[in-house]
């Protein structure tokens, strides 16, 4: 159930890297979606305390603070924030098998197909 009644999707996009939060930025610039992109997992929490949002799209890897303890931190404070993380690591059983005990909804390995982004996403709103 999207936060706002008219059926915008709030999605918000957290990575450092420019590029990939314009191409994220890009796929979901459609009617339904409102995204708000920022570059620090410590905004991306500011963010979420401010103002809800439907999903989150998490990088890992990001200088200050790191997309795990962002990921456990949000969910400190809205244990039902449906996150996807985004990650340029190769995935091991061992790894996904550790992300997965932080409730995430799916694990997408960059560089990753943008379709296949629009699917997860899609499917992750149901």
Do not use: W
Not at 72 to 95: N, R, S
């Amino acid at each position: 159930m999207p936060c706002y009644t008219d059926n915008i999707v709030k999605l918000l996009i957290c990575d450092d890297d420019l590029y990939t939060r314009k191409a994220i930025e890009s796929v979901f610039d459609i009617e339904q979606f409102e995204t708000k992109s920022v570059d620090s997992a410590i905004e991306a929490i500011q963010a979420i305390k401010t103002s809800p949002f439907d999903l989150v799209l998490m990088d890992i890897d990001m200088p200050e603070l790191n997309g795990i303890e962002a990921i456990k931190t949000i969910q400190a404070f809205k244990k039902d924030q449906k996150v996807i993380i985004i990650t340029g690591h190769k995935l091991t059983d061992v790894m996904s098998s550790a992300y997965r005990h932080l409730n995430v909804y799916d694990i997408i390995e960059k560089p990753f197909d943008i379709e296949y982004l629009r699917g997860i996403v899609d499917e992750a709103l149901l």
